[in-house]
Nanobody, 126 residues
Framework: QVQLVESGGGLVQAGGSLRLSCAAS????????MGWFRQAPGKEREFVAC????????YYADSVKGRFTISRDNAKNTVYLQMNSLKPEDTAVYYC???????????????????WGQGTQVTVSS
């Protein structure tokens, strides 16, 4: 069954903001590092941001640093991606992913993640 579900995608003008949510189906995800990845048409999936199990540590791709913020609310089993100052090049399908080792800090490699959501489309117009 689906264990991670993204929501919050949509159409926004350049310079606007959007907040994505990723809801986990089981409480055990609170012990796992999680990340956001994205895939634009014709491109490979790329790392966006990750967050440690506790939420105390975060890491961002250079392309989004200063504009995006990853956070989590473990009490709600939810991870967020706040996206500000959006650019057309941010247009992609955004995926939430979780590792399956306890107390991790997260990594930038998609292969390190074991659970994936179905993705949510983000489109930024000029």
């Amino acid at each position: 069954q689906v264990q991670l579900v993204e929501s919050g995608g949509g159409l926004v003008q350049a310079g606007g903001s959007l907040r994505l949510s990723c809801a986990a189906s089981r409480r055990t995800f609170r012990n796992y590092a999680m990340g956001w990845f994205r895939q634009a048409p014709g491109k490979e999936r790329e790392f966006v941001a990750c967050i440690s199990w506790s939420g105390a540590n975060t890491y961002y791709a250079d392309s989004v640093k200063g504009r995006f913020t990853i956070s989590r609310d473990n009490a709600k089993n939810t991870v967020y991606l706040q996206m500000n100052s959006l650019k057309p090049e941010d247009t992609a399908v955004y995926y939430c992913a979780s590792q399956s080792t306890e107390l991790g800090f997260g990594t930038t490699w998609a292969a390190d993640y074991d659970y994936w959501g179905q993705g949510t489309q983000v489109t930024v117009s000029s």
